[in-house]
């Protein structure tokens, strides 16, 4: 049973550039969504995705923005980076009707801006 | 103030010894607790979830929750050097909510 897989694992941008990053959620679950970790931080919410929308969003610019396919993939979206938006970027998947609602992470793709 | 607060550390203990790991909050509306475990440069792994008050055991991990007094804690048994690593306290008002993290606290455990 596959987790949840992200791409690429790493990548090298400048500054302006725009960068997409995917996630294929673990098998099962509908729900995908995206969290940023600088270094030495907790996540941080991003937005999450459910039947192919946005349900929420957390404190982020509009320059992030997602995507969710009918197979509950995702991408996320980042325009005009800034340096500061080096960081990893995670990828979490969990089930809607879950009474828990226990998300997996993948392992992440980390974003260098130059 | 931050929603969730967490020691960074670093906690470092020899090997067979006992771990607690903490975090408090301030928003009286978390109910579902999480403890995740992230090696260098991977992503968090769930170690440990709980709902509401109470204590939950398994094999060597124990987690807390004290809803009153707005604290959670994680018991390691018998640290191994492989559970060096950084543990994360995340929590949600309900369980499709978005996570609060707290920073993790770095643990290093020494043979």
């Known amino acids: 049973d596959a987790g949840v897989t992200q791409s690429p694992t790493h990548l090298i941008k400048t500054r302006g550039q725009q960068v997409t990053l995917r996630c294929s959620p673990k098998?099962?679950?509908?729900?995908v969504s995206w969290y940023q970790q600088a270094l030495g931080q907790g996540p941080q919410f991003i937005f999450q995705?459910?039947?192919?929308?946005?349900?929420q969003r957390g404190n982020f610019p509009d320059r992030f923005s997602g995507h969710q396919f009918p197979n509950y993939s995702s991408e996320l979206n980042v325009n005009a980076l800034l340096l500061g938006d080096s960081a990893l970027y995670l990828c979490?998947?969990?089930?809607?009707?879950?009474?828990?609602?226990?998300?997996?992470f993948g392992e992440g793709s980390r974003l260098t801006v130059l | 103030q931050k929603e969730v607060e967490q020691d960074p550390g670093p906690l470092s203990v020899p090997e067979g010894a006992i771990v607690s790991l903490n975090c408090t909050y301030s928003?009286?509306?978390?109910?579902?607790f999480m403890w995740y475990r992230q090696y260098s440069r991977k992503g968090p792994e769930l170690l440990m979830y709980?709902?509401?008050?109470g204590n939950k055991e398994d094999g060597r991990f124990t987690a807390q929750v004290d809803k009153s007094s707005k604290y959670i804690s994680l018991f390691i048994r018998d640290s191994q050097p492989s559970d060096s690593a950084t543990y994360l306290c995340?929590?949600?008002?309900?369980?499709?909510?978005?996570?609060?993290f707290g920073t993790g606290t770095r643990l290093q455990v020494f043979p």
């Open positions: 995705y459910y039947e192919e929308e946005e349900r």
């Open positions: 709980t709902y509401s008050s």
């Open positions: 979490a998947s969990s089930l809607d009707s879950s009474s828990s609602g226990e998300l997996f």
């Open positions: 995340a929590m949600s008002v309900w369980n499709t909510d978005k996570l609060i």
């Open positions: 098998s099962g679950h509908d729900t």
């Open positions: 928003n009286s509306a978390f109910q579902y």
